[in-house]
């Protein structure tokens, strides 16, 4: 099995900066904080928050998608025994 590392590892590496802004904006989005908060206090969510907490589940599934997709491509850097790679490269590669 041939492992070309080097473009797993940039590949990789794009797909992470890409995911970066999203996961950052799924994080901190004070919109959705809000919004559990309140409906914390008021013990339910209306439907206008139902709505906002569906669009942001939705980025969140994209998002997670996206880095489990990214692992995946990783891991035969990761695994041992199936291809012979260097240690340094797993090391890169994590």
Same mark, same amino acid.
């Given at each position: 099995?041939? /492992?070309?590392?080097?473009?797993?590892?940039?590949?990789?590496?794009?797909? #992470?900066?890409?995911?970066?802004?999203?996961?950052?904006?799924?994080?901190?989005?004070?919109?959705?904080?809000?919004?559990?908060?309140?409906?914390?206090?008021?013990? &339910?969510?209306? %439907?206008?928050?139902?709505?906002?907490?569906? &669009?942001?589940?939705?980025?969140?599934?994209?998002?997670?998608?996206?880095?489990?997709?990214?692992?995946?491509? #990783?891991? %035969?850097?990761?695994? %041992?025994?199936?291809?012979?790679?260097?240690?340094?490269?797993? /090391?890169?590669? &994590?």
């Amino acid at each position: 099995m041939v /492992v070309h590392v080097d473009s797993l590892i940039q590949t990789a590496s794009c797909s #992470l900066q890409s995911l970066a802004p999203s996961l950052q904006s799924i994080l901190l989005d004070k919109k959705v904080i809000d919004i559990t908060r309140k409906a914390n206090a008021k013990g &339910f969510f209306s %439907p206008e928050d139902d709505d906002q907490l569906q &669009f942001w589940f939705a980025r969140y599934l994209t998002t997670r998608r996206g880095l489990l997709e990214t692992i995946q491509e #990783l891991r %035969p850097l990761a695994m %041992p025994g199936g291809a012979k790679v260097e240690d340094h490269d797993r /090391v890169r590669a &994590f």
